[in-house]
């Protein structure tokens, strides 16, 4: 069983739409929970990183965990085709020293 | 403030060929880590640098070496190519409990 297991997608939404990316990881010691964003031939940009259950939001970002369920959900409200790339999940142990797991990550097309 | 910058952008190998790949960290970070990122896939922790020792390796054979500097920019050497080690090879810096940037990263291919 992979440590971190992600939707696979592709997915593809109309602008506009709201926009639900998914993961589970199967260990309670991971206790660091980030998404990074992809662009076609570039390097992983994080965009959201949280270490407690709840939500926390940026601007059209929402990163939600639910640790007792060892879920956790990103969220894209009024979404963009700028905001079309591969959306990554990744999570760690520790908060420092970090050696991340990923996700295989879900490819997202938002069309005009 | 240039971020993390990698060499180079492209390269392609032969089957038992090594390869060098060169990695500048982000100005002020001290700890560099490597990933190996096949198409289609997340990536995957190679091995992490700090203090120009390896600090933490992951699940990867011994064909993978590195090296970090004084300067903190990183090496990371594979020997005996094989086909599967095609991919995007991603470079990330940090320091201490700050998060993680990521380089373009190197696509290497294998003939």
């Known amino acids: 069983q992979k440590e971190v297991e992600q939707d696979p997608g592709p997915l593809s939404v109309p602008e506009g739409a709201i926009v639900s990316l998914n993961c589970t990881y199967s260990n309670s010691a991971f206790q660091y929970f980030m998404w990074y964003r992809q662009y076609s031939r570039k390097g992983p940009e994080l965009l959201m990183y949280t270490y407690s259950s709840g939500n926390k939001e940026d601007g059209r970002f929402t990163a939600q965990v639910d640790k007792s369920s060892k879920y956790i959900s990103l969220f894209i409200r009024d979404s963009q085709p700028s905001d079309s790339a591969t959306y990554l999940c990744a999570i760690s142990r520790s908060g420092s020293a970090r050696q991340l797991t990923f996700g295989s990550g879900t490819q997202l097309t938002v069309l005009p | 403030d240039a971020g993390v910058t990698q060499s180079p952008t492209h390269l392609i190998k032969t089957r038992g060929q090594q390869v060098t790949l060169r990695c500048s960290p982000k100005?002020?970070?001290?700890?560099v880590s490597w990933y190996q990122q096949a198409l289609g896939q997340g990536p995957q922790f190679i091995f992490q640098?700090?203090?120009?020792?390896?600090?933490q390796r992951g699940n990867f054979p011994d064909r993978f070496s590195g090296h970090q500097f004084p300067n903190y920019s990183s090496e990371l050497n594979v020997n005996a190519l094989l086909l599967g080690d095609s991919a995007l090879y991603l470079c990330?810096?940090?320091?201490?409990?700050?998060?993680?940037?990521f380089g373009p990263g190197t696509r290497l291919t294998v003939l």
């Open positions: 990330a810096s940090s320091q201490g409990r700050d998060l993680e940037y």
């Open positions: 100005s002020g970070h001290d700890t």
């Open positions: 640098y700090y203090e120009e020792e390896e600090r």
